[in-house]
C-alpha cells in the first residue's frame, strides 16, 4: 500500500507551483478578476506551452495521457494559486465528455485543439431548475435539414463568453443528448450573470433556434448521459483537488499571520483560541487532500468505490473549504475583511467551488442512495 | 517513491490471508455474548487466556524486534494485524499497555538484565502492566506530577497518587512515572520505574466511570519501597522514557478503530431499513440520510488519513504529529456518530436492556464515546500539540 505522490508526481507538482508563482500571483489573479472574462490569452499560450492542455487527452490525439493523479496534482496547484480562466471547463469539462463520447473525427479535430492551446471550451448543463440531475435537463432539440436546432436557454455556464465552443446538454426526441455547438452558431448569445467569485465567469447562454450541423452531436441515450457522468466526475476531482489547494493556502497565509500579528504585547498565534482554529483548518485540508487524491486514484483505477470516493471528496471540501475560509477571516480580524487581503478572493472561490457539480447536500444524498439503499439490505 | 497504489502488495495480502485465516479458527465463537454478562474478573481471565493462544501462535508483539520474542513487522503489517483484529470482532490482548507501550520501552531502555526479566512474560500475558502517570493535579499537564521517590540506600521509597490507570486492578506491574529530584520542576528531574504491585503499600482503589464500568482506577504508594534496579533509563530522564513510546501508540491505534466504526455504520444502515421513523423506514427519511451519509464521509475520512499517515511513517520510520490529527478527528467523529444513532434509532435509543437494540450497545456507545475526547489526551492538548509541533505556533503555556 502506498498513498503518496511519486517523485515523478511531485516533481510535476512542485513546477507547477513554480510556474504559477512566476506567471499568475495575486496581482495577476486580481487584475484578471476586474477583466470581463478572467482569459488572459498569453497566459494560456505558456500554460499550453507547460503540456496542461492535453494532460489527460491521449497521446493520439495530441496530449500527454497523464492519470487523474498527475491531474490533481496540478489541478492542487491552480487552486492554490487561483488560477483564473477556463481551464477546468475546457480540459476536464469539455475535454473529458468529448474524450468519452466522441467519434474519431470529433476527437481528433476538438481535442487536438485544445492541447494545441488552440481552442477553449466548457460544457453548458444547468438551466433554470438549477438541479445537477440529467433527467432535469429539459432545453430543446430537433433534427432539420440534415442538422440541429437548439432552443432554450442554460444558466450557470463557467467561461462561456470565450468559449471557442461549447458542449450542450438539450433534450432530444426525449432523450438526453450532447451537442457541440461553436461559439460562432447564429442564434447563440452569452450574457454574464456576474457572480461571488470573479476567477470563473458564469454566463446564461441563450439559443434563439441555433442551427448545429449533423456532426455537432456528440452522444445521446445512455451513452450522452454516461458521457456527462464521466466529464462531471472528472470535473468533479479536479475541482476538488483546487479547493485543497486553496485551503493550503488560506492555512499559510492565517498561520503567518497568526505569527506576526501582535496583540497584548505578543503573537496572536499564541493564543490558544486562534491555535485551535488553525490546527481545524490543518484537519480540514488534510482530510480533503486524503479524499481528493483516493478519489483521483479511485477513478484512475476505476474501482468500485470511485462513484462513492469522488462524492466524499466533494462533500466534505466543500464544507471545509468554506469553514477553512470562515477561520482564515476571523484570524485575520478586521485585516481579513478587507478588500486588499487576499483572503476574500479565496473565500469567494469557496463558495463556488462548493456550488459547482454539486454542493455537499447534494453529493451526501448521492453517498446515500450508493450506501444506505444498497439491494443486500432492501432484500430483508 | 513508487506509484500510488491503494491495493495491498502481494507480500501484504499474503500476510492478511494469513492473519485471517488464524483469526477465523481461533477467534472464541462466544466472545460477543459473553461479553455482556460476564463479571470483569471472569472476562479478565479469559482475556489472558487468549493472548497466550495468540502469542502460542506467534502473534503477540508482533512489532516487538525478533530477538525479544516479536515477529519484526513492518508498520504496515501492524496495521494489517489491527485492523483483521478488529474485523474478525477478536477479543483484545489482557497486556495491551505493555505489549502497546511499556514492552518497546523496554526495549529502548531497558537493561539486559530487565529485558530478560520482564519482556517474555508480557508477550504470554503472565505478568499484566499498567501504567501510572497522570495524578489528580496533573492531567494535561503530565510534567507536573508529585509522586515522590526517594533514594533510601539501595531502594527507592515511593509516595504518591495516580489516577485514570487502565488494568491497575488486573495488573501484577506498573509503569510509575516518579519526581525523584523534589527541587526538579517540570520535565526535568522524573525517573521511569518499574513497581511490583504486590508490594506493601501499594492499593488500587476501583473508580466508577459515567458508563457505570470500572475501565480505570486510583493507585495510591504510601512509603513503597522499590529496588534501584527496577528504574528505566537514567534517573532524572524518565520524561523521555515516558514520551518516546506514546506516541508509537497513536500510529496504529487508529486502524482498528476505524474498523469498529465502519461495522457499526454498515449495523446502523441496516437498523435504519428497520426502523420507523414518520411512518416510514428510516433510510427513507431526507434528513436522517444527510446525517448516515455524513457519517459514512467521516468515517471514509479517517480511514484515509490513516492510510496516509502510515505510508508516510514506513518512510520516515518515526510516528509525527499526525498522531494528533487522527486523535482529535476519531474521537469527535465517533461524539457524532453515536448521536446520530441516537436519533435514528428513537425511543429506543435510550435503552440499556430489556428490549434494548443491539443488547443495549448503542446506550452504552452514547456514553462511552463522550470520554473520547478527553482520554489519551484531550482535544484541547491534541490541537495544542498540532499548533506548535505541525504549524510553528508559540508555545501557548
Known amino acids: 500500500m502506498q498513498f503518496g505522490l511519486s517523485e515523478t508526481q511531485q516533481t510535476l507538482k512542485n513546477t507547477t507551483r513554480q510556474f504559477l508563482a512566476a506567471e499568475c500571483p ?30 489527460l487527452i491521449p497521446e493520439e490525439y495530441g496530449g500527454f495521457g497523464m492519470g487523474m493523479v498527475e491531474m490533481a496534482a496540478v489541478l492542487e496547484e491552480m487552486g492554490r494559486a487561483l488560477l483564473p480562466g477556463p481551464y477546468l471547463s475546457t480540459v476536464l469539462l469539455a475535454g473529458s465528455a468529448i474524450q468519452h463520447a466522441g467519434s474519431e473525427a470529433q476527437k481528433q479535430q476538438y481535442l487536438g485543439a485544445i492541447c494545441r492551446g488552440e481552442a477553449k471550451a466548457t460544457l453548458a448543463f444547468l438551466e433554470e431548475s438549477a438541479c445537477w440531475s440529467p433527467e432535469r435537463v429539459r432545453m430543446h432539440a430537433y433534427a432539420h435539414n440534415g442538422g440541429y436546432v437548439l432552443s432554450g436557454s442554460k444558466r450557470f455556464v463557467p467561461d462561456a463568453a470565450v468559449a471557442d465552443f461549447v458542449v450542450c446538454a438539450a433534450r432530444l426526441d426525449g432523450e438526453l443528448a450532447l451537442f457541440i455547438v461553436p461559439s460562432s452558431a447564429s442564434g447563440m448569445a452569452a450574457r454574464p450573470t456576474p457572480a461571488l467569485d470573479g476567477t470563473r465567469k458564469l454566463y446564461e447562454l441563450m439559443f434563439d433556434a441555433a442551427a448545429v450541423p449533423e456532426g455537432a452531436l456528440l452522444a445521446k441515450g445512455d451513452r450522452a448521459v454516461a458521457a456527462l457522468e464521466h466529464a462531471f466526475a472528472v470535473s468533479t476531482v479536479g475541482l476538488v483537488a483546487e479547493m485543497v489547494g486553496g485551503m493550503q493556502r488560506l492555512l499559510e497565509i492565517a498561520v503567518e499571520y497568526a505569527k506576526t500579528r501582535k496583540q497584548f504585547g505578543r503573537p496572536i498565534g499564541q493564543f490558544q483560541a486562534v491555535q485551535h482554529m488553525c490546527a481545524d483548518m490543518l484537519v480540514w485540508s488534510e ?6 487524491y483516493f478519489a483521483a486514484w479511485a477513478m484512475s483505477e476505476n474501482t468500485p468505490e470511485a462513484a462513492t470516493a469522488v462524492s466524499v471528496a466533494k462533500a466534505y471540501a466543500s464544507d471545509s473549504y468554506r469553514e477553512v475560509g470562515n477561520r482564515a477571516i476571523q484570524v485575520h480580524g478586521g485585516m481579513g475583511f478587507t478588500w486588499e487581503n487576499d483572503v476574500h478572493l479565496y473565500y469567494r472561490r469557496a463558495k463556488g467551488s462548493e456550488i459547482a457539480f454539486g454542493d455537499a447536500t447534494w453529493h451526501r444524498e448521492r453517498i446515500a442512495k450508493l450506501v444506505v439503499d444498497r439491494s443486500d439490505l432492501l432484500v430483508r | 517513491m513508487t506509484n500510488m497504489d491503494l491495493n495491498l502488495t502481494p507480500d501484504e495480502r499474503q500476510f492478511r490471508d494469513e492473519v485471517r485465516a488464524w483469526l477465523q479458527a481461533n477467534v472464541p465463537k462466544d466472545w460477543e455474548s459473553r461479553r455482556a454478562t460476564e463479571d470483569m474478573k471472569d472476562r479478565f481471565a479469559f482475556l489472558r487466556e487468549w493472548q497466550k493462544k495468540v502469542f502460542q501462535a506467534g502473534w503477540a508483539g508482533i512489532a516487538w524486534p525478533k530477538e525479544f520474542g516479536g515477529r519484526g513487522a513492518s508498520l504496515m503489517q501492524q496495521v494489517i494485524f489491527t485492523e483483521e483484529m478488529a474485523r474478525a470482532t477478536a477479543p483484545p490482548l489482557a497486556n495491551v499497555l505493555g505489549l502497546m507501550l511499556i514492552g518497546p520501552t523496554i526495549v529502548n531502555y531497558g537493561t539486559d538484565a530487565q529485558k530478560k526479566r520482564y519482556l517474555a512474560n ?210 469527535e467523529l465517533n461524539q457524532r456518530f453515536q448521536q446520530v444513532a441516537s436519533e435514528l434509532l428513537g425511543p429506543y435509543a435510550q435503552l440499556t436492556s430489556g428490549g434494548a437494540i443491539d443488547d443495549g450497545q448503542w446506550a452504552y456507545n452514547y456514553l462511552r464515546s463522550r470520554g473520547n475526547t478527553i482520554e489519551a489526551g484531550t482535544s484541547e492538548i491534541q490541537r495544542n500539540i498540532v499548533g506548535h509541533f505541525v504549524l510553528g505556533l508559540p508555545k501557548s503555556y
Not at chain 1, 482530510?287 to 481528493?292: E, H, P, Q, T, Y
Not at chain 2, 497513536?250 to 446502523?268: C, N, P, S
Not at chain 2, 437498523?271 to 444527510?290: C, F, M, T, W, Y
Open chain 2, 122 to 331: 508480557i508477550l504470554s500475558a503472565d505478568e499484566i502492566w499498567c501504567q501510572g502517570f497522570s495524578e489528580p493535579n496533573a492531567g494535561s499537564d503530565l510534567a507536573g506530577i508529585r509522586t515522590d521517590a526517594h533514594l533510601d540506600g539501595d531502594h527507592y521509597v515511593v509516595n504518591g497518587q495516580k489516577v485514570w490507570t487502565s488494568y491497575g486492578w488486573a495488573a501484577d506491574w506498573c509503569a510509575l512515572l516518579t519526581r525523584s529530584d523534589p527541587t526538579s520542576a517540570k520535565h526535568h528531574g522524573l525517573t521511569y520505574i518499574l513497581v511490583d504491585m504486590k508490594s506493601p503499600g501499594v492499593e488500587v482503589r476501583a473508580l466508577r466511570q459515567m458508563t457505570g464500568e470500572t475501565e480505570f482506577n486510583e493507585l495510591f504508594f504510601r512509603d513503597v519501597r522499590v529496588p534501584i534496579e527496577n528504574v528505566l533509563g537514567k534517573v532524572g530522564e524518565g520524561w523521555g522514557v515516558a514520551m518516546g513510546t506514546l506516541m508509537h501508540e497513536r500510529a496504529t491505534l487508529g486502524a482498528g478503530i476505524q474498523i469498529t466504526f465502519k461495522r457499526q455504520f454498515d449495523r446502523l444502515t441496516e437498523l435504519s431499513h428497520i426502523i420507523e421513523r414518520n411512518g416510514r423506514p428510516a433510510a427513507e427519511d431526507p434528513v436522517i440520510r444527510q446525517k448516515l451519509a455524513q457519517s459514512y464521509i467521516d468515517i471514509e475520512i479517517m480511514r484515509l488519513n490513516q492510510m496516509r499517515s502510515v505510508t508516510r511513517m514506513s518512510q520516515s520510520g518515526v510516528p509525527g504529529p499526525e498522531g494528533s490529527i487522527q486523535k482529535i478527528f476519531w474521537s
Open chain 1, 26 to 55: 495575486s496581482s495577476e489573479v486580481r487584475r484578471l478578476i476586474e477583466t470581463d472574462s478572467a482569459f488572459d490569452s498569453a497566459l494560456w499560450k505558456k500554460m499550453a506551452d507547460q503540456g496542461w492542455m492535453g494532460i
Open chain 1, 287 to 292: 482530510s480533503s487532500r486524503s479524499a481528493a
